[in-house]
């Protein structure tokens, strides 16, 4: 099945506080309603068929189609609570880490489990989530950066991964969005994420 992140970014939609000076596209939409998913948090995923050979890096937020007007938009990054919350709260996608910008780094699923969070990549890789609004303009900071290098050395520990192993989400679908197909669906990290920086910090020599 393919993960919908779509439906995932629409979730973010609500309770995203700074979104409104994020909006890229004019349109303002605050009143969408999403159905109440499950209730419990998703903090198991099925078991692994495939080895893990793939970390994938995403941000928090990005662009989405507004449900009510059926125009794209841009979601902003959010909070790490209310990003974990809606994603553990989710039926289907899930994530193995979630980094803050102040480098707060939280758990979900745990890493011997799958979680859906990129269409056709899920079983083989691990996925990382960085709050950011993933416009390329939103800075990274040093210290969020620290701690995704910090992570990506200990899963290379765990899992024998290599650099090439470590891909952007914007790697991996070059998808277009539903509501807009002249615009891609999946632009994160985006271009302020200094991902060759992160990769020679992360398979250093030590
Ligand atoms: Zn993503």
Redo the contacts with the bound molecule.
Sequence with gaps: MAPR?DELDARRLVGAPAMNARLRFGAVVMALVVAAGAAHALRTGPPRTERIDMVVI?STG?PTCDLRTGLPIWVGAGTLEDNLRQIEAHPTLGIHHMIDRDGTARASVPEDQLAHHVFRYSGRSIAIELVNDGDGIDPFPAAQLDALVALLREIRQRHGLARDGVRR?SDLDAGSMACDRSRRR?V?PGTAYPHETILDRAFRSP
């Design positions: 992140r995403h990005g989400h999946k994160d």
